[in-house]
């Protein structure tokens, strides 16, 4: 995403301090928001398989109603206190439907996002391809170190563009 995008991100969104256990999002519920971690931890769990899995900083939640409009297939607890960025999905997709560069990046940024993570929650025997050629688990793709480098960037400019620290 450009710096134009992450300064929409930063004027649109809401920032605000998250207090510890509190449910961003309910599974089964209604989520306005896809939230974008700035501090803190985040706790999801499944109705049926307890706790499922651990965010931390840079991670988003609420993406996956946003693309396919069902309701939330998990829920979200903060994990002691933090703090999150929230825009509102109206806005964020009428922001996806008008600007077609800003959609075409943002859903690329997505995609590699919900890449990542499952990529994240595969088996060790699946780590190995056939033939070899698969990455070893301490290996980094050259092809996307610039990508995650820029994007590290951009997410320390957010922070900055937000001034978040001062929010209570």
Known sequence: MTDGDIEWMAKNGTCRRLSDGEVLI???????????????????????????????????????????????????????????????????LE?????????????????????????????PATDRLLDGTALSRDELDIGIMDHVTAAGERFSRLLRMLHCHSVN
């Open 26 to 92: 309910e599974e089964g519920g209604r989520s306005d928001s896809l939230i974008l971690l700035l501090e803190g931890e985040l706790q999801v769990s499944a109705r049926g398989y307890g706790d499922v899995a651990r965010m931390g900083v840079g991670e988003i939640v609420g993406e996956v109603s946003l693309v396919d409009s069902a309701p939330p297939s998990a829920t979200i607890t903060t994990r002691g206190e933090g703090l999150a960025l929230f825009l509102d999905k109206r806005q964020l």
């Open 95 to 123: 922001k996806l439907e008008h600007d077609e560069s800003f959609g075409s990046r943002f859903y690329r940024a997505l995609a590699v996002f919900l890449a990542d993570r499952l990529r994240a929650t595969r088996q």
